[in-house]
Nanobody, 119 residues
Framework: VQLQASGGGLVQAGGSLRLSCAAS????????MGWYRQAPGKERELVAA???????NYADSVKGRFTISRDNAKNTVYLQMNSLKPEDTAVYYC??????????????WGQGTQVTVSS
């Protein structure tokens, strides 16, 4: 199973970016999917997560600005980021809990995509 993230880049403060992450490989189903980020010198933190049923969870710092969604048919998770701030600058990683058989699930990570917000 591979997770391929895309959509990062350089944007001015107040701007928007949309991240995508597609899972491929031997997938029976996918439970939770999410986005994490890691800024230089800081620990990786949860940004947003979404269950297979569509329930969402956000870090307080991004509530009202970021929206997570998923397309189960495409095994893809999205992160729409609006009103970006310089403190959102980080490497963003997608994550998925993938069910590979009826009895086994594993935690997979994407390769990371850089988001840089200039002031």
């Amino acid at each position: 199973v591979q997770l391929q993230a895309s959509g990062g880049g350089l944007v001015q403060a107040g701007g928007s970016l949309r991240l995508s992450c597609a899972a491929s490989g031997s997938i029976f189903s996918i439970n939770a999917m999410g986005w994490y980020r890691q800024a230089p010198g800081k620990e990786r933190e949860l940004v947003a997560a979404i269950t297979s049923g569509g329930s969402t969870n956000y870090a307080d710092s991004v509530k009202g600005r970021f929206t997570i969604s998923r397309d189960n048919a495409k095994n893809t998770v999205y992160l729409q980021m609006n009103s970006l701030k310089p403190e959102d600058t980080a490497v963003y990683y997608c994550n998925a809990i993938v069910v590979v058989t009826t009895t086994h699930e594993y935690d997979y990570w994407g390769q990371g995509t850089q988001v840089t917000v200039s002031s």
